[in-house]
């Protein structure tokens, strides 16, 4: 019997804090419970939602964007999501209309209709007027609103009835306990001691409208046609990828692209004292949140001789955002403590409060452009004059710079290697002598 296709939702708001990431792990872990197959996405670059919405659904999130990742891949995963599962949801990113290219934008390219989420704790009839402007603004096809923050019955009925001819899909009420947040977004999930149970507390406390649910029609997503198989060259090579809480940026798809590359993949804990795996052929240090762990990793004596070694051996090395921070010669807090690190790269790094990078960038490489994003709250003060420098999007405006010393590629660019495989091989390559 042919699939009949998942119910998909595009999970949007007007801003960022409306409760969008709440409200789609609520959702997710509720239907997951009632024995529903249920994927999640991302739109647009981020690391830390996505694992708590892997958390909430069980299954990894991969990250959708027209520009980054493209709208051939972005077809092929929705559509290999959909034969699997009987609910994709996908979480928009700030406002449905906010970036370019957009939540909104997404929600056309595949015709998804768009699930709205309202912080309805300050108003009640207004309401109608923020969905129904949402809706025709693009204009999106407005699957229905999921009310949070609603204080009683009463208020529910007013929201409702504000809504007109849009269905009042579920309703969260005010939260006791909230999903915390830090300085790039929500803490890490590994890091809650009574995650799942917040997320069930959630899931209890969501009320789903199962005759407005049950309306929404099944769809199967026309497939896209294969990509060019990527060639293996990496074949034979040890790639070594620091994972822990301080290097825990990593987009489940840049592992898969490595190994598709024919890279076999060690994961190693510098936090935990770990050295570079001796068979390692590369390493990459992803981003995470070094600056939460500066002490430890300032201690962590073999990972520093291990990483020098690396590095005095020629073996290609990528630190991406926090992965430079922590092989520069020192992380700096913003009350003014400074941690010595393992100084592979000139220059200290000192944290600050306001945002000093974000949004969607291309890296220049030998094999086209790498596509990915940057968002950090440091810079790097250094001598070390770039070998390039990123490209933002849409603007074209300079963007992170690029640091090449030796063997170490250096910046706070995020690459999606996806976007780019032969760039991606490139960067863990070792140079011909």
Known sequence: ???????????????????????????????????????????????????????????????????????????????????????????????????????????????????????????????????????????????????????????????????????????????????????????????VDDIDAILDELADRLHLDTQAWQALTPRLPEHADPDEPIPPLLAGKTVAIARDAAFCFIYPANLDVLRQLGARLRFFSPLAGEPVPADADAVWLPGGYPELHMEALSGAVRWHESIRAAHAAGLPILAECGGMMAVSESITDTEGRCWTMPALLPGRVLMQQRLAGLGSQGMPTAAGELRGHTFHYSHLDTGLAPVAYTVKHPSGAQGEAVYRLGSLTASYFHGFFASNPLAAAGLFAKAAP
């Open 1 to 191: 019997m042919a699939h009949p296709g998942a119910r998909m939702l595009l999970v949007a708001a007007t801003a960022s804090g409306q409760g969008k990431t709440t409200v789609t792990a609520a959702l997710a872990r509720g239907l997951v419970r009632q024995g529903q197959r249920v994927r999640v996405f991302k739109c647009g670059p981020d690391f830390i939602d996505p694992l708590l919405l892997e958390r909430a659904c069980g299954a990894a999130v991969h990250t959708l964007d027209l520009w980054i990742v493209g709208l051939q891949e972005c077809r092929r995963r929705l559509a290999e999501a959909a034969r699997d599962a009987d609910v994709v949801l996908i979480e928009g990113v700030m406002g449905l209309y906010d970036g370019t290219p957009s939540a909104a934008d997404l929600s056309r390219a595949f015709d998804i209709p768009v699930l709205a989420v309202i912080d309805a704790s300050s108003m009640a009839q207004t309401a109608g007027a923020v969905v129904q402007g949402l809706r025709d603004y693009g204009p999106v096809q407005m699957a229905g609103v999921v009310a949070n923050r609603i204080a009683s019955e009463g208020h529910r009925q007013m929201v409702a009835a504000s809504l007109r001819d849009i269905p009042l899909l579920a309703t969260l009420p005010t939260q006791a306990r909230q999903l915390p947040e830090r300085h790039l977004g929500l803490v890490l999930p590994g890091e």
